[in-house]
Nanobody, 124 residues
Framework: VQLQASGGGLVQAGGSLRLSCAASGRTFSTYGMGWFRQAPGKEREFVASVNWSGARTSYADSMKDRFTVSRDNLKNTMYLQMNNLKPEDTAVYYC??????????????????WGQGTLVTVSS
């Protein structure tokens, strides 16, 4: 599967963005999907994930009240709605596909395919 993340940009603190991750190749619905991010000088960290059907989701504690992950299997796309953005949310956001489709994995080692990343910059 090939993944293409988009939707990043510059936004003021308190604003919103919606990221998209479009998939092509192998059937999208056979994968669990996730979002991770990497800020400058920091390691990649888990953001949110969703299982193959969309029925199960996981969130990092600092984001669960502000971010919403979803997927549309008919459009082969995963989304991340980000509200009330903070400067500390500034990072490159990556989407990944995991073969373990039934769970919403929080572990980057479960993800075998990655998109190229989209930059989110939140100004104060």
């Amino acid at each position: 599967v090939q993944l293409q993340a988009s939707g990043g940009g510059l936004v003021q603190a308190g604003g919103s963005l919606r990221l998209s991750c479009a998939a092509s190749g192998r059937t999208f619905s056979t994968y669990g999907m996730g979002w991770f991010r990497q800020a400058p000088g920091k390691e990649r960290e888990f953001v949110a994930s969703v299982n193959w059907s969309g029925a199960r989701t996981s969130y990092a504690d600092s984001m669960k009240d502000r971010f919403t992950v979803s997927r549309d299997n008919l459009k082969n796309t995963m989304y991340l709605q980000m509200n009330n953005l903070k400067p500390e949310d500034t990072a490159v956001y990556y989407c990944g596909a995991a073969d373990r489709a039934t769970i919403a994995s929080t572990l980057d080692r479960d993800y075998s395919h990655w998109g190229q990343g989209t930059l989110v910059t939140v100004s104060s």
